[in-house]
């Protein structure tokens, strides 16, 4: 009878937890067939009280919110105040209007320089007289080594804005845009840039019928594929419209677009150089004299920026500078993968060893995570958000980033009461983030689901999440 008692009293507390807690169940029906869910709800506190959970230690792909975990590793490594610095630097001397030496450039992997910080640099090299360089322009890119682009990236994405390579020189977002003018049916389209765009860009489009029943037609799709030296060649078909198609196209080669932009910024201030230009990977030891810099804006102001806009660039670019940071050595994808999980176990204590983090924007389809993981992250990011702030950087339902028009979340009750960061690729759509009580207090949900696939012909292909949602988590609202 004794052992009766010991036994019962030992699961109350479990049993006392489930009775209150939300069954999932129920809402799994509403979406599709072979749709595979995981969710997790927790209070937010130090005893923190499960609402709701569904098969939340399985691993997914976290697609976007994948940032949640580079934005605190970031935090506890970089801090709110980091900036990336780009330096113009030399091992020469200036003299009679002259850098008698190599004029160095050493790139940060700052996602946000610009070619108008790009002018004021070499209008600062003017100041101090420099009319002429004696010597070579070396571009010192060695922060980052290895591959520019990361494991599990779709190869069809490459050539995609969102997917620009967050090399060590990054300007503009590594980003271009091209426009495409259908013609008449059975002509060519017509493809144009801007003039001071330094990418070649070619091909042969042709113009079909709008709603063609040929199955030529059909199965004809506009594609680009990439040569070297930012070479881009557009094939397949366009349908016909008085339209133009605004594209949007990733910088592959970093190097050879700054290096053309940086000579034609030369030649209009009117500065000249003796040597060649190249790019140098290698760490280097030499003493070197500063001749200008640029400081991109302070930490929190670009995760700000990642978290509410979903900016792969900026995740990726902050991804690698957590590698070469905490191991002081050249970032790669590897070292920054095995930083994020070392900093956030020495400064947060949560283990995240069996996880796989290829990357820091979550576009790799050999990310994994679980739930219960991304769980531990939300709450210690609310336990120390009086320092951190991130919750604050996360978009707000109705109001900002990639939840301003989620039809879930973009009406009442739901609207600025969410904060969260949404996550997709094909076949997954997550969520990780809080729900704001009217007392103030958060409570803490993830959700990931994998496997996706619309089951309805006539109705948008994210319809039965977008109910899904707003059903379920009407139970979390006061």
Same mark, same amino acid.
């Not at 360089?133 to 490459?158: C, E, P, R, Y």
């Not at 970093?254 to 003796?274: A, D």
């Not at 991130?390 to 939840?403: H, N, S, W």
């Given at each position: 009878?004794i052992?009766?008692?010991?036994?019962?009293?030992?699961?109350?507390?479990?049993?006392?937890?489930?009775?209150?807690? =939300?069954?999932?169940?129920?809402?799994?029906?509403?979406?599709?067939k072979?749709?595979?869910?995981?969710?997790? /709800?927790?209070?937010?506190?130090?005893?923190?009280?499960?609402?709701?959970k569904?098969?939340?230690?399985?691993?997914?792909?976290?697609?976007?919110?994948?940032?949640?975990?580079?934005?605190?590793?970031?935090?506890?490594e970089?801090?709110? #105040?980091?900036?990336? /610095?780009?330096r113009? =630097?030399?091992?020469?001397?200036?003299?009679?209007?002259?850098?008698?030496?190599?004029?160095?450039?050493?790139?940060?992997?700052?996602?946000?320089?610009?070619?108008?910080?790009?002018?004021?640099?070499?209008?600062?090299?003017?100041?101090?007289?420099?009319?002429?360089?004696?010597?070579?322009?070396?571009?010192?890119?060695?922060?980052?080594?290895?591959?520019?682009?990361?494991?599990?990236?779709?190869?069809?994405?490459?050539?995609?804005?969102?997917?620009?390579?967050?090399?060590?020189?990054?300007?503009? #977002?590594?980003?271009?845009?091209?426009?495409?003018?259908?013609?008449?049916?059975?002509?060519?389209a017509?493809?144009?840039?801007?003039?001071?765009?330094?990418?070649v860009?070619?091909? #042969?489009?042709?113009t079909?019928?709008?709603?063609? !029943?040929?199955?030529?037609?059909?199965?004809?799709?506009?594609?680009?594929?990439?040569?070297?030296?930012?070479?881009y060649?557009?094939?397949?078909?366009?349908?016909s419209s008085? #339209?133009?198609?605004?594209?949007k196209?990733?910088?592959?080669?970093?190097?050879?677009?700054?290096?053309?932009?940086?000579?034609?910024?030369?030649?209009?201030?009117?500065?000249?150089?003796?040597?060649?230009?190249?790019?140098?990977?290698q760490r280097?030891?030499?003493?070197?004299?500063?001749?200008?810099?640029?400081?991109?804006?302070?930490?929190?102001?670009?995760?700000?920026?990642?978290? !509410?806009?979903?900016?792969n660039?900026?995740?990726?670019?902050?991804?690698?500078t957590?590698?070469a940071?905490?191991?002081?050595?050249?970032?790669?994808?590897r070292n920054?993968?095995?930083?994020?999980k070392?900093?956030?176990?020495?400064?947060?204590?949560?283990?995240?060893?069996?996880?796989?983090i290829?990357?820091g924007?979550?576009?790799?389809r050999?990310?994994?995570?679980?739930?219960?993981?991304l769980?531990?992250?939300?709450?210690?990011?609310a336990?120390?958000?009086?320092?951190?702030?991130?919750i604050?950087?996360?978009?707000?339902?109705?109001?900002?980033?990639?939840?301003q028009n989620?039809?879930?979340?973009?009406?009442?009750?739901?609207?600025?009461?969410?904060?969260?960061?949404t996550g997709?690729?094909?076949?997954?759509y997550n969520?990780?983030?809080?729900?704001?009580k009217?007392?103030?207090r958060?409570?803490?949900?993830?959700?990931?689901?994998?496997?996706y696939?619309?089951d309805?012909q006539?109705?948008?292909?994210?319809?039965? /999440?977008?109910?899904?949602?707003?059903?379920?988590?009407?139970?979390?609202i006061?």
């Amino acid at each position: 009878m004794i052992k009766f008692r010991v036994i019962i009293f030992f699961f109350l507390p479990l049993f006392s937890g489930l009775l209150h807690a =939300q069954s999932v169940e129920p809402y799994v029906s509403s979406l599709p067939k072979g749709s595979d869910l995981s969710i997790l /709800i927790q209070s937010v506190g130090s005893n923190p009280k499960t609402l709701a959970k569904y098969k939340s230690d399985q691993f997914k792909q976290p697609a976007s919110t994948q940032k949640v975990i580079t934005a605190l590793a970031a935090e506890l490594e970089l801090g709110s #105040d980091f900036r990336f /610095i780009t330096r113009m =630097q030399t091992n020469g001397t200036v003299s009679n209007r002259q850098l008698n030496g190599d004029l160095i450039i050493q790139f940060s992997g700052d996602p946000t320089f610009t070619r108008a910080q790009l002018k004021n640099m070499i209008a600062e090299l003017r100041q101090k007289g420099i009319e002429k360089i004696a010597g070579n322009v070396i571009l010192d890119t060695s922060i980052f080594t290895s591959h520019d682009k990361a494991q599990g990236w779709s190869w069809n994405n490459l050539t995609a804005c969102y997917n620009a390579p967050p090399s060590a020189v990054i300007i503009d #977002d590594n980003c271009f845009y091209a426009t495409l003018t259908p013609g008449k049916v059975g002509a060519k389209a017509s493809i144009s840039k801007s003039s001071n765009i330094p990418v070649v860009v070619t091909g #042969d489009v042709k113009t079909i019928a709008k709603n063609s !029943k040929n199955l030529n037609d059909k199965y004809c799709e506009l594609d680009v594929s990439y040569l070297d030296k930012n070479r881009y060649y557009l094939s397949g078909c366009i349908a016909s419209s008085s #339209d133009k198609t605004p594209l949007k196209f990733a910088v592959i080669d970093g190097v050879e677009y700054f290096s053309t932009i940086f000579k034609n910024e030369l030649k209009q201030q009117k500065i000249t150089y003796t040597g060649s230009l190249f790019e140098r990977n290698q760490r280097t030891s030499e003493q070197l004299s500063l001749l200008a810099s640029n400081q991109s804006a302070p930490l929190s102001e670009l995760l700000t920026v990642m978290l !509410k806009k979903s900016n792969n660039l900026y995740a990726d670019a902050i991804f690698r500078t957590l590698g070469a940071h905490y191991y002081n050595v050249q970032g790669t994808w590897r070292n920054g993968g095995d930083a994020v999980k070392q900093i956030l176990r020495k400064k947060a204590g949560i283990n995240l060893e069996n996880l796989v983090i290829a990357d820091g924007s979550g576009l790799s389809r050999l990310n994994l995570v679980s739930a219960d993981k991304l769980m531990e992250i939300l709450q210690y990011i609310a336990a120390h958000n009086t320092q951190l702030r991130i919750i604050e950087m996360l978009p707000i339902a109705g109001i900002d980033g990639t939840l301003q028009n989620r039809k879930s979340f973009n009406q009442a009750p739901f609207k600025e009461t969410i904060r969260a960061k949404t996550g997709y690729i094909q076949g997954c759509y997550n969520l990780a983030g809080f729900i704001q009580k009217s007392d103030g207090r958060y409570v803490a949900f993830v959700q990931l689901i994998s496997g996706y696939h619309a089951d309805r012909q006539n109705e948008p292909k994210n319809s039965a /999440i977008m109910r899904f949602e707003s059903e379920f988590y009407k139970n979390f609202i006061n």
